[in-house]
């Protein structure tokens, strides 16, 4: 069976230290994501973060992100037969033998500083998706960490607005709850919570509550299912694989077995679940799955769902 993940932050390890880290050699115990895990994983499609910490100074940002666009194109697209940059829709429809397709995402759009300039130049380098936040505020909205819970602000409706008319997604993971609103009443854009689990189950901040989750659904959009053992259940050292089942079932009792899919935040995160540590271990938790629900349905929750909705938003090419 073929899997998409949602997001992962193997760019920025791989900025940590460019010359130690391969994503290509076959042993690399230190990334979760390379070239031979997905391939172990059946990982056909993989959304790689920008991700910038909070603690770079602001004055640096820029530099840091435009970094991890020049070591995706320089470390993992270094042969379009292995690993190929999906920009429009047509790109979803590789050739045999297939590439492993890759999305560029923003993780917070603090180092755009906030100058619309540069999401238009982000998106000219391959950027098709954002998250307009990390946990903490920025220029256009207030992170889920921000005390004061703020949502978007003027700007940040703008920005949304150009995001729209490039033809982008919006990634609400680690966006304010206000923020989330904010984006649904104001905005016509596709939507999705990339790595984000139910509220409902595991009562971190991260995860989204049940009306959000209703407002994807009726937006038909995407809700990535999250391997972060803090997301997944309140006694992270103590989490199994069954307890994302809890998560799964949740979403569908609420209607929402069309936006499932999966954002495992390896090489984002430092404790994992037990036999899910790394990317080649999704195709296990796929087949295990497999044992609880009907393979048409894990088959959407795997790769459909996220296809269909990347070949419904994403544009046509050139356009
Ligand atoms: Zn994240």
């Known amino acids: 069976m073929r899997l998409m993940d949602g997001h992962c932050d193997v760019l920025w390890k791989l900025s940590l230290n460019p010359e130690i880290h391969n994503f290509y050699e076959e042993e690399q115990p230190t990334l979760d994501v390379t070239y031979y895990r997905l391939k172990q994983g059946q990982v056909g499609l993989q959304t790689f973060a920008i991700f910038v910490p909070e603690s770079v100074p602001q004055s640096l940002k820029l530099d840091y992100a435009l970094k991890q666009v020049d070591i995706f194109y320089e470390k993992v697209m270094m042969d379009k037969e292995l690993v190929k940059l999906v920009t429009s829709k047509e790109d979803l429809f590789p050739s045999s033998p297939q590439p492993i397709l890759a999305l560029l995402a923003l993780e917070g759009v603090d180092a ?8 238009r130049l982000f998106h000219r380098l391959g950027v ?37 008319r490039l033809g982008m997604i919006l990634d609400f993971s680690h966006l304010s709850v206000q923020g989330f609103w904010d984006v649904i009443e104001h905005h016509e854009i596709p939507v999705i919570a990339s790595h984000s689990n139910c509220r409902a189950i595991c009562p971190h901040t991260r995860n989204l509550d049940d009306h959000q989750i209703e407002a994807l659904i009726s937006k038909q959009g995407l809700m990535g299912i999250t391997f972060v053992p ?9 989490v199994k694989i069954d307890h994302i089942l809890q998560h799964i079932e949740h979403i569908c009792s609420l209607g929402g077995e069309n936006i499932i899919y999966f954002g495992s935040d390896f090489d984002g995160i430092d404790y994992k679940i037990p036999h899910l540590e790394h990317t080649g271990q999704i195709a296990d938790f796929v087949d295990y799955l497999c044992r609880y629900y009907p393979e048409h349905l894990v088959r959407k929750w795997a790769w459909e769902n996220g296809f269909d909705f990347y070949k419904k938003h994403l544009s046509v090419k050139n356009s």
């Open 112 to 119: 755009l500083q906030g100058d619309l300039t540069y999401l």
């Open 128 to 164: 098709r998706q954002a998250g307009l936040t990390w946990n903490n505020s920025n220029q256009v909205a207030d992170g889920i960490g921000e005390v004061r819970g703020g949502g978007l602000t003027q700007f940040g409706h703008q920005f949304v607005q150009e995001m729209s």
């Open 230 to 238: 803090s997301f997944v259940h309140q006694q992270e050292d103590n």
